[in-house]
């Protein structure tokens, strides 16, 4: 085995690797081991962690400095494309998944609204990023730019402000948003400076806050460390930024907590009582409608949970689906049970199910796709319909405790503590989707007896262990101390 210090970096072992896979066709994983025996070494995992301890000893020596072009109306060929895909496929290590994964999990309970991209080397070098869809929804959903209405060429190119955030400052930026004569006007963007801020590989998480744009490198920072640190510039933002967007659950809040100080009458008997006299005391009329009760926030009371938890029940958009209804797909791909015809089944992006069904999400449509053995197209849900249909099942909600008792023979409501969910952050339903950890459940019947057909889904479901990729986590506020707060076991 040869020293640390003569082993050779990790890019040029990956490198190697690629050569080794398409010169001699085996598996990935197969030229991997065939090198670290190379270099006397049992297993990748070992020749990796030598590899890592070889670069950490290294002296920094300065690389010599890449020429980046202008953002201009760059063309790229079609031999760019080729390689821009290959990049953007390329494995990365799992320790950085680990903390990609990891940050992505602090953004997501902190509740906030991300999307994230990855440069890849050919991007940097001509100062191009695809907006992909992630991005584009982002931005939609924020209300910051719109590609869909944006024209071709330089004369309809958008600049904005951004700023590149780590630990020790924020970089003032600037993003340009624009659409190429070339191509199809493919949807673009580029940040200045962003060379100087990340490498090819690494995963960039955007935030939009008042009109610009903020990047945080979530292949650089571990940012559980980063929020202990009142100095970071990172704490710093993420602070300001969830001020900004709390201020109106704090109003509520002040005002729960001067309802909490002494019993209150009921005014209402039975299940209602208790949400009919808060939110009397908040002045909210009662009426049916169904936009939440203060300014955003929809007032309620319940607990629960299960391991599969449903997310909400969509079904998909007909017009753009093969099939037209529900019993279409049941007649096609269903089975017989008992004295019933059934199609109770799983589907999801990772593999076909026994009865050949899987989803697909097709990121150029902003298209979930449903599939029979991968060549029949089933159903097709739009991207926009799913995320606004759990943004409508999973509002901003003060869920109340309150306890009753009788004084001098008439209910009161006590207040005890309310806990706080903020919406999920919608940006990341469809990757979930595509990854897998978002599933759904088809659930439709045609009964033997009346030969109706029922239809309880299709069911949009995760694991509760993967809530936290998708919600903030809940804040329960013990309403008769004004500074106390806990988070609910999980």
């Known amino acids: 085995m040869k020293s640390f210090k003569d082993l050779p970096s990790i890019s040029r072992i990956k490198q190697r690797a690629k050569l080794l896979k398409k010169s001699e066709k085996i598996s990935h994983s197969a030229a991997y081991q065939k090198l670290s025996e190379q270099y006397g070494f049992s297993s990748w995992q070992e020749f990796r962690k030598a590899l890592l301890k070889s670069e950490s000893a290294r002296p920094n020596i300065p690389q010599p400095s890449i020429k980046f072009v202008s953002d201009e109306d760059v063309e790229m060929?079609?031999?760019?494309?080729?390689?821009?895909?290959?990049?953007?496929?390329?494995d990365i290590p799992i320790q950085e998944r680990e903390l990609v994964a990891e940050n992505k999990k602090e953004l997501t309970k902190l509740g906030i609204e991300f999307s994230t991209f990855e440069p890849t080397l050919t991007g940097l070098k001509k100062s191009i990023l695809d907006a992909t869809q992630v991005v584009r929804t982002l931005f939609e959903l924020k209300g910051f730019h719109s590609y869909d209405e944006q024209g071709q060429g330089l004369d309809h190119k958008v600049k904005r402000h951004a700023f590149l955030l780590s630990d020790k400052r924020s970089i003032k930026s600037s993003v340009s948003l624009y659409r190429p004569m070339t191509k199809k006007g493919d949807p673009r963007m580029w940040f200045s400076k962003l060379p100087q801020y990340c490498e090819a590989g690494d995963q960039i998480a955007i935030i939009v806050f008042k009109d610009s744009l903020y990047l945080l490198n979530l292949s650089k920072v571990r940012l559980s460390v980063s929020l202990s640190s009142k100095s970071s510039a990172i704490t710093i933002?993420?602070?300001?930024?969830?001020?900004?967007?709390?201020?109106?659950?704090?109003?509520?809040?002040?005002k729960l907590r001067l309802l909490a100080l002494e019993p209150m009458p009921a005014l209402r008997g039975g299940s209602t009582g208790v949400g009919y006299t808060i939110e009397s005391r908040l002045g909210i009329a009662a009426n049916s409608s169904k936009d939440p009760d203060y300014k955003g926030i929809e007032i309620k009371s319940g607990r629960g949970g299960k391991n599969r938890t449903t997310l909400f029940a969509q079904v998909p958009n007909w017009e753009l689906s093969p099939c037209k209804k529900s019993a279409e797909i049941l007649n096609r791909y269903g089975y017989e049970r008992d004295d019933d015809f059934k199609l109770y089944c799983t589907v999801s992006t990772q593999r076909e199910n026994t009865q050949g069904l899987s989803f697909i999400y097709d990121e150029t449509k902003d298209q979930l796709q449903e599939w029979y053995t991968k060549s029949e197209l089933v159903a097709v849900w739009s991207g926009k319909l799913l995320r606004q249909r759990l943004k409508e099942k999973h509002s901003e909600t003060f869920w109340i405790h309150a306890e009753s008792e009788f004084i001098n023979g008439v209910e009161h409501f006590q207040l005890i503590s309310v806990t706080h969910t903020k919406a999920p952050i919608l940006s990341q339903l469809l990757p979930l989707i595509e990854n897998g950890l978002v599933t759904m459940d088809h659930l439709i019947k045609r009964s033997g007896k009346t030969n109706r057909v029922s239809e309880k889904g299709p069911l949009f479901k995760i694991n509760k262990t993967d809530l936290n990729l998708l919600f903030p986590?809940?804040?329960?506020?013990?309403?008769?101390t004004s500074d106390e707060k806990t988070t609910p076991e999980s």
């Open 77 to 90: 060929s079609d031999k760019d494309y080729e390689v821009l895909e290959r990049e953007r496929t390329s």
């Open 237 to 254: 933002f993420l602070n300001a930024l969830r001020e900004f967007e709390s201020s109106v659950a704090e109003e509520l809040l002040s």
């Open 473 to 480: 986590e809940p804040i329960t506020y013990i309403l008769n």
